[in-house]
């Protein structure tokens, strides 16, 4: 692994997993440590009371499958470490909550996948892969896979492509601990039968029934799992607690690292249930007492939705704004969601292009191209966008209303409580 070995980690999800020296001392940093603190599926917790796994554990496993990707790809051990790690610390930026702590970094133009380049080039971390000969501004980009690599530039797609470990390693390990059971993917067949092919990463042919399986399952969880009508009324709401609290906590206004590796899923909540603003809504959330959902379409369509115009704030709140007058309250009762706000775990699995999946066969022993979607009704079937829609109301006694407001002014119809997502 280009670093002397430490020991084992057992893992639920993938069994023993051999780390080295170097990796060993980056996970008991401050700053990596504090994922055992920042649950991976916030929210989801609510309706999987088993999805109380963490950011901590998912990056372990990706590391894991980054070496073995790594492995089919190059036989320098040094090259396979500095992947592995890239896959440890893929995640490491993540705010409180995961992607729900989005829409306050936004404020400062930035994401999580900039703070995790800040933090590993201004943490204990770069003097730690200093000293194991690697520079950390060239593995902060390497584990956001944005690495500006000549040579090698497909090992930026180990981290960040259609099939990247990070997905195989989510999806598997969301399907255990929340019971979904839409995960039981055979990943380490699809990860042994990639290779480079024409200088990116592409999946040999004979292995299309786990990238079937792979790409069925990415679906199946997202509806199921990370667009769950209740897992989102909770990211909902505590995304508003967070948007309500920051002017007295100052959440969007960190400086240093320090400041930014303070606040977890436990410090930040035990803040927000002190902070008289957003106080309620953690009071209702400590009851189970969510946002009422009154109105879901739901369609996968062959281009973009037209409805992406609900990732503008400014068109969305007037929306909102109408769907309140109609049902006659006021227009903080009413929320639109979809797939395409910031906010949302995994947003971008909403695109369903298998078309950007690279495919081979070989052929009397030379590899040849091959169209995935050409030789997979399956795939072909997938090929899309996911879109939903929904409307919720925090006022029970005028769900209804909302509902047949939401109904006047988007079109469609009315959720339907026999309809599970």
């Known amino acids: 692994m280009g670093s002397k070995s430490w020991g084992i980690i057992k893992d639920p999800i993938h069994g023993y997993i051999t780390i ?4 060993k001392n980056v996970i008991d940093t401050r700053v990596f440590q504090r994922l055992r603190r ?20 998912h990056s372990l496993g990706v590391m894991h499958l980054a070496g073995v990707l790594a492995g089919r790809i190059t036989k320098r051990a040094k090259e396979i470490q500095v992947l592995r790690l890239a896959g440890l610390l893929h995640d490491v930026g993540h705010g409180p909550f995961s992607h729900t702590f989005e829409h306050l970094l936004a404020r400062q133009g930035r994401n999580h996948e900039d703070l995790t380049t800040w933090l590993i080039q201004e943490t204990e971390l770069a003097d730690i892969l200093r000293d194991g000969g690697i520079n950390s501004r ?10 500006r690599l000549k040579k090698h530039p497909y090992f930026n797609q180990v981290i960040r492509s259609s099939i990247d470990v990070d997905k195989c390693d989510y999806i598997v390990r969301d399907s255990f601990h929340t019971g ?9 067949r ?25 790409l069925i399952s990415r679906v199946l969880s997202f509806r199921s799992i990370y667009f769950h009508r209740s897992s989102r009324a909770v990211q909902i709401m505590i995304a508003d607690a967070l948007e309500l609290a920051d002017e007295e906590l ?14 977890d899923d436990y410090a930040v909540w035990s803040s927000l249930k002190q902070c008289s603003a957003s106080r309620p ?3 209702r959330l400590e009851r189970r007492d969510f946002l009422s959902c009154t109105y879901a379409v739901e369609a996968i369509r062959e281009e973009a939705p037209s409805l992406d115009l609900f990732s503008k704030d400014v068109v969305r709140k007037q929306f909102e704004a109408e769907i309140a007058a109609k049902a006659k309250v006021e227009p903080e009762e009413v929320r639109i969601d979809s797939p395409l706000l910031p906010s949302l775990p995994y947003r971008h699995s909403s695109q369903l292009d298998p078309m ?34 929904r409307v919720y109301t925090s006022s029970r006694s005028d769900k209804e209303n909302v509902g047949k407001a939401a109904q006047e002014v988007l079109g469609g119809s009315t959720y339907t409580a026999g309809i599970s997502m």
């Open 20 to 23: 080295s020296q170097l990796e």
């Open 38 to 57: 920042i649950r991976q599926l916030a929210g989801s917790e609510y309706v999987y009371p088993g999805a109380n796994h963490t950011r901590f554990e």
């Open 138 to 147: 060239e593995m902060s980009l390497q584990a956001i896979g944005k690495r």
């Open 180 to 188: 979904a059971e839409y995960g039981n993917v055979d990943i380490f």
């Open 190 to 214: 699809l990860l042994y039968s990639i290779e480079v092919f024409k200088g990116d990463l592409a999946v040999n042919v004979t292995a299309l029934a786990a990238l079937e399986s792979f």
């Open 250 to 263: 100052r959440l969007s206004t960190f400086k240093t690292p320090d400041e930014y590796i303070d606040m």
């Open 281 to 283: 809504l953690i009071e």
């Open 356 to 389: 950007e999946i690279p495919g081979f066969a070989y052929v009397r022993g030379d590899k040849v191209p091959v169209q995935i979607s050409e030789v997979s009704r399956v795939i072909n079937s997938l090929k899309g966008y996911l879109d939903i829609v």
